[in-house]
């Protein structure tokens, strides 16, 4: 199932509100770093998106972001680049509570005509950050970078997202501030 997938965990974000930087933050023992890489550990191969040299995970290789500094959706923009696979496992390094359950659950969601399965948060709706696209996004998304676009909620078409429903809530714990961190560790 994971053959033709390859993992990227973008990590190249300046942690502004968390004070520090988050990727090293420590969670039950783990950075989230280790924590949302294990989540992805069945991946055939593995990248980081970051700054060169700033991190190293055994298994892991490392590239740096392609449009440092605009945001998650550049960082896609470099993982498809990058993927030598039809799609790619996208993660933020500030979702510590991803399992590889969450990941089996979206690439058995993946149908013919999608080019993005998201998961979808009970209150807040699809969850961008955590989920899978498929390399012929590309073109479009480059498109929309360099027409100023940063949000990653228009990286795929809806008509093209299979949504996936019922994945439990604390598969999407984002870890933006100290307080959130405190927030899991009591």
Known sequence: MWTDVTAFITAGGQSRRFGADKAWAVLAGSTLL???AGSLSRAGRRVLIAPPGKYSLPGWEAVADGRPGEGPLAGLETALKHAETEWV????????????????????????DSQSVQAVHPARGPQPLAALYHVSLLPDLTRMLDAG?????????????ALVSGLPERSFVN????????????
Do not use: H, I, K
């Open 89 to 112: 496992a996208f993660a933020g390094v500030d979702l510590p509570l991803l399992t590889p359950a969450y990941w089996e659950t979206l690439l058995q969601a993946r149908t013919p």
């Open 175 to 186: 870890v933006n501030t100290p307080d959130d961190l405190n927030s899991l560790q009591s």
């Open 34 to 36: 280790e924590r949302v």
């Open 149 to 161: 676009e940063r949000r990653l909620r228009q990286a795929a078409p809806p008509r093209r997202t």
